[in-house]
């Protein structure tokens, strides 16, 4: 499970913005739906992922923080050695919410349609 305490504690204070971008990017990246969010390559790299933030609100016991996240993806080849698939980095953009539970700071992931 997600749990984003550190955000949630820092919510309301001016550090929150730089406080959910270091959360996020100590996160794995498994753990964000950064696969289903390709848009130019088939898989994602292992370099790091970075996070900026786009809003945030307080709704129905939920810190709803939308934010986008910068990483890299490859086209997969075969690997194959007469392979003519080159192995360059393309860089990639998703945008996704993170509910924070007021409460208990458990946390979901959603990829979003922008």
């Not at 969010?37 to 786009?54: D, I, N, W």
């Not at 993806?73 to 392979?83: N, V």
Request: negative net charge.
């Amino acid at each position: 499970m997600i749990r984003l305490p550190t955000s949630l504690n820092a919510w309301g204070t001016p550090e929150f913005k730089d406080v959910i971008r270091q959360e996020i990017a100590q996160m794995d990246a498994t753990e964000l739906p950064l696969q289903q969010g390709l848009t130019h390559s088939s898989h994602v790299t292992e370099r790091p992922f970075q996070a900026m933030l786009l809003s945030a609100t307080e709704d129905a016991g939920l810190l709803r923080v939308k934010a986008g996240i910068f990483y890299t993806g490859i086209i997969a080849g075969c690997s194959c050695a007469d392979d003519p698939t080159p192995i360059d980095e393309l860089n990639e953009y998703c945008v996704v919410r993170f509910d924070i539970d007021m409460k208990t700071a458990a946390t979901t992931v959603t990829l979003l349609e922008e």
